[in-house]
C-alpha cells in the first residue's frame, strides 16, 4: 500500500492497461499518474485507468520518454499509484494558464488544502507537497508558476513540462476524462511517507559568454548572439557548423544563465530555418548566457540519490522529472545501462521532460522530482 509504480511497453492501450493493472495489484488508489508516448491515444489511455482504477483521480501527460525501474524507455507508459493509505490527495487542473490569475490561484489552492486537511496555506506540515504536469509546448510555465508558488507558502513545488518525442508540435495533458492543451494539472498531497523535494544538474559553466542582442521573449526565440545570427555564433563555440546542430549536440553543449552565484540551463530547442534558435524556457535580449560543459551525469547522479537515503532512507519510489537532453547525453555517451542500474536501485518512475518546476522556476538540463521514503510500520 503507499505509492507503488508500473509501466508497460504494449503498444496496444488494452494489454498496456491490462498490465499495469496486474503489476500494482489491487490498489485503492485515490490518484493515479502516468506518462506515455504520443502514439498512444492519451484520451482513450486515461480513460481505460479510469475503468481499471474507479476510484481514483486520473492525471496524465504525454512525453519524451519514460522512467521506470525497469529503466529509460521510449514507445511506453509509466504510471504511479497513490493510496488511500499513507496519502491525502486534491487535484485540479487550470485550463488556461497564461490567463491565471493570482486571486484564482490563492482560492483554488484554499479549497485544494481543505481536500488535505489543512484551514490556511500560511499553515501547512511538513507533510505536504505539489505537483505539477504542465503544457510543454505552452510558453507560459514560468508565469504560470510564479503565481501558483505564492500561493503555495511553504509547500515545496515539483513538476515536469509534457513532452511530444521531440516532435515539438503539440503536448497535452489528461484530466479526469479529457485531453487539454495550454493547461496545467495541479496535485497536492499529504502523506505520512518522509520525502524531499530535489532538483540538480551536472553541468560545468566555462569561460565564454554570449550576449542575448536580439530576441522575441514572448516566443523564447533568439535572433541574434554577439550581434551575429544566433545559429552561427552558437554553433561557433560548439565548433560545428549550423548544420550539423541537432538534439544532441544541444544536450552536449549546453548553455546557462547566472543567478545568484548559481548557474541554470537555458537550453536550445530548436535551429529555425532564419538562423535563429528557439529555447526551451524564457529568455529576452540583454541575458547573458555562459557556456557550460557537461561533467559526471552517472557519477553525479549516483552521489545525488546517495545523500538523498542518508536523509530520507530506503526509497518507496522516486519520482522524477528528467530534462529529455539528460536523456539524449546519456544514450549518446552509451551509460544508459549504469543508469537504469540507478532508476531500478532507487525504483524510480517519471517522464522525460520539455522543462522541469521547482518552486516558482522553470528549469532545463535537470533531474528533478520527489524521494518518497518508507513509512515507519514498513
Not at 548553455?255 to 536550445?268: E, F, M, P, Q
Amino acid at each position: 500500500m503507499g505509492i507503488h509504480a508500473a509501466s508497460s511497453r504494449q503498444a496496444n492501450t488494452d494489454q498496456a492497461v491490462a498490465e499495469i493493472r496486474d503489476q500494482l495489484g489491487y490498489q485503492d488508489a485515490q490518484l493515479l499518474l502516468f506518462f506515455c508516448a504520443t502514439h498512444y491515444n492519451l484520451k482513450a489511455l486515461g480513460i481505460e485507468l479510469g475503468t481499471a482504477f474507479p476510484n481514483a483521480c486520473i492525471v496524465g501527460c504525454t512525453s519524451s520518454g519514460e522512467l521506470s525501474n525497469k529503466g529509460y524507455a521510449r514507445d511506453s507508459i509509466t504510471a504511479i499509484s497513490f493510496s488511500h493509505s499513507n496519502n491525502s490527495v486534491a487535484c485540479a487542473l487550470i485550463q488556461d494558464m497564461n490567463n491565471f490569475s493570482l486571486s484564482d490561484s490563492q482560492e483554488l489552492v484554499e479549497n485544494m488544502l481543505h481536500q488535505c486537511g489543512h484551514k490556511t496555506t500560511s499553515n501547512p506540515t511538513n507533510k505536504t507537497l505539489a505537483i505539477t504536469l504542465l503544457d510543454g509546448l505552452s510558453i507560459h510555465e514560468e508565469q504560470f508558476l510564479q503565481v501558483i508558488n505564492t500561493s503555495l507558502g511553504k509547500i515545496p513545488l515539483l513538476g515536469g513540462s509534457a513532452g511530444d518525442d521531440l516532435h515539438f508540435d503539440h503536448t497535452e495533458i489528461f484530466y479526469e476524462r479529457d485531453i487539454y492543451r495550454n493547461a496545467a494539472a495541479l496535485i497536492l498531497i499529504n502523506t505520512q511517507h518522509p520525502f524531499s523535494a530535489f532538483s540538480h544538474h551536472h553541468l560545468s559553466a566555462q569561460n565564454e559568454k554570449l550576449v542575448v542582442t536580439h530576441a522575441d521573449a514572448t516566443q523564447r526565440r533568439v535572433y541574434e548572439l554577439n550581434g551575429l545570427p544566433a545559429a552561427e555564433e552558437y554553433a561557433r563555440t560548439c565548433g560545428l557548423p549550423v548544420n550539423d546542430l541537432t538534439e544532441i549536440e544541444f544536450a552536449l553543449h549546453p548553455l546557462t544563465i547566472k543567478i545568484g552565484d548559481n548557474y541554470y540551463a537555458r537550453s536550445v530547442q530548436q535551429v529555425l530555418p532564419d538562423n535563429s534558435l528557439s529555447f526551451y524556457s524564457a529568455i529576452e535580449i540583454g541575458v547573458v548566457l555562459t557556456v557550460a560543459q557537461p561533467e559526471d551525469v552517472v557519477g553525479q547522479t549516483k552521489s545525488w540519490l546517495t545523500d538523498l537515503q542518508q536523509k530520507t532512507g530506503k526509497p518507496q519510489l522516486v519520482l522524477t522529472f528528467d530534462c529529455i537532453l539528460r536523456y539524449l547525453e546519456i544514450n549518446h555517451l552509451g551509460v544508459e545501462s549504469s543508469m537504469n542500474q540507478l532508476l531500478s536501485h532507487y525504483n524510480m518512475a517519471g517522464f522525460s521532460t520539455y522543462g522541469e518546476q521547482l518552486g516558482g522556476s522553470h528549469l532545463n538540463h535537470t533531474f528533478t522530482g520527489i524521494y518518497f521514503g518508507e513509512c515507519d510500520d514498513h
